[in-house]
């Protein structure tokens, strides 16, 4: 029998699914596995918010197999499972991340020892990274000609969901090691989830998304970005249905940022880990302190902050404004490099993306493609205004200053009571720090 493996890593979804389909096409019986552990990402190691978020997904692609999807622990296991069922061939959807290239290499290796060809096919992303070129066929380094490129390419079209009936039952048993977590956070997740939250951007959020897209205290987002980093859902098939029309146009930007980054970490895999402008490796920065704890936990006496990382430990996401005003507390406040950072949100985000984490984070470090220079420090006092004028997304995370009205919940140390539910003092003085910053700024000058 001709019988193949289909991989399911980030492209949990049954439309739009150019791989699965060529795997179903190709073959007279399909077995489904997805894995857990990841080159550079161990399950166990992820927080609970997260490690329910993979969890919440593979449990929704299963219910869509009818119970036909094997869930292993590590890719280690792929090769010995398709040699014991007779599989010929294993299929994958290609990948372009660091680890995941690394990932492919190592279990493609693996399996032509024993006589398997791994056959990659489609991707996650409406343009392959590595396509959209300068006309002399180099990569853009800045955004705004690649997103002028990209709009221009040809997505091809949406494909329908294929035919089940080759898919065969599971392989592995039930995995015992991941069942769900009680927590006070539900992760949405799935593939039909992802269709409805389409829908109701679209109905609701779209109109005024260029308006209230930066506003921590509204729901302006498209809330897209769970299903997009786990595949739950194609960019093209998002792209297929927005509108024509301003605020739509800066919401496909946005899906093209993500592209964007992802060709940038395809063309400079050490950029994952590594500065991409290499002179800011030479900066002065601190080691990780008591200051870096009272960061990842929310305690720096700083609402906006504050309110951020508290958000992200208690629903693992944050709003993409507040990651900004984090990091750049993180590196420009507490002189600390951004990888620490990066790491953290790695460790907790429902959502994440290596790419547009990494990048995310070198973009406010200043040190990135497209950067934020890095003399431009984010206060995050006057953020806070700006985003959250009323104080309501500070007082949803912080409890401590619930009693605060209006934005008085901003600058507690302005108002006689701020203080009287024991919310922590302010762990640096900002303008002192945003002087030492640039200062560290001017130092590099030099060397």
């Given at each position: ?151 221009q390419l040809d997505r091809g079209g949406v494909i329908a969901v294929p035919d089940l009936t080759k898919i065969g039952q599971a392989l592995a048993t039930e995995a015992t090691w991941y069942p769900a977590l009680e927590l006070g956070s539900a992760i949405r997740a799935g ?257």
């Amino acid at each position: 029998m001709n019988a193949s493996i289909f991989w399911f890593r980030k492209d949990l979804r049954l439309a739009d699914h150019q791989a699965l389909t060529l795997a179903l096409e190709s073959s007279e019986k399909v077995y489904c596995v997805a894995t857990a552990d990841q080159i550079g990402s161990k399950f166990e190691e992820l927080s609970d918010i997260r490690k329910n978020s993979l969890r919440s997904s593979w449990n929704h692609l299963s219910n869509s197999l009818d119970g036909r999807l094997s869930i292993l622990k590590s890719p280690a296991e792929i090769p010995d499972l398709a040699l014991n069922n007779g599989v010929q061939r294993v299929y994958v959807s290609k990948v372009f991340d660091t680890n995941g290239m690394a990932e492919l290499g190592a279990i493609t290796k693996d399996l032509k020892a024993k006589g398997i060809e791994l056959v990659a096919s489609g991707s996650n992303y409406a343009i392959e990274p590595g396509t959209v070129t300068k006309p002399d066929g180099t990569p853009y380094r800045v955004y705004t000609p690649f997103y002028k490129s990209w709009v221009q390419l040809d997505r091809g079209g949406v494909i329908a969901v294929p035919d089940l009936t080759k898919i065969g039952q599971a392989l592995a048993t039930e995995a015992t090691w991941y069942p769900a977590l009680e927590l006070g956070s539900a992760i949405r997740a799935g593939e039909v989830a992802a269709l409805e939250t389409l829908e109701h951007f679209l109905a609701n959020r779209v109109e005024n998304y260029s308006e209230n897209r930066n506003r921590a205290d509204l729901g302006g987002t498209s809330h897209l970005s769970h299903a997009l980093s786990h595949g739950e859902i194609h960019p093209r098939t998002i792209l297929e249905r927005v509108p024509v029309g301003a605020d739509a146009e800066v919401f496909v930007k946005e899906i093209a940022w993500r592209e964007f980054y992802a060709d940038v970490l395809y063309q400079k895999p050490d950029s994952l880990t590594e500065y991409l402008d290499p002179k800011f490796a030479k900066m002065r920065y601190d080691e990780p302190n008591e200051k870096f704890e009272a960061w990842k936990f929310g305690q720096t006496g700083f609402p906006m902050v504050d309110a951020g990382m508290r958000q992200l430990l208690t629903t693992g996401w944050m709003h993409n404004r507040v990651r900004m005003i984090v990091a750049s507390f993180l590196v420009k406040d507490l002189h600390l490099e951004w990888q620490l950072g990066a790491e953290w949100f790695e460790q907790h985000l429902s959502d994440f993306d290596p790419a547009s984490n990494a990048h995310g984070w070198q973009w406010t470090a200043g040190c990135g493609t497209d950067a934020s220079p890095y003399y431009r420090i984010f206060n995050p006092i006057t953020q806070g205004y700006k985003f959250d004028p009323d104080g309501n997304y500070v007082r949803k995370f912080i409890p401590e200053l619930r009693h605060l009205s209006g934005s008085a919940a901003l600058e507690p140390w302005e108002h006689e009571h701020g203080y009287s539910l024991h919310y922590p003092k302010r762990i640096v003085d900002h303008a002192v720090e945003r002087n030492e910053s640039l200062a560290r700024l001017e130092e590099l000058k030099t060397l």
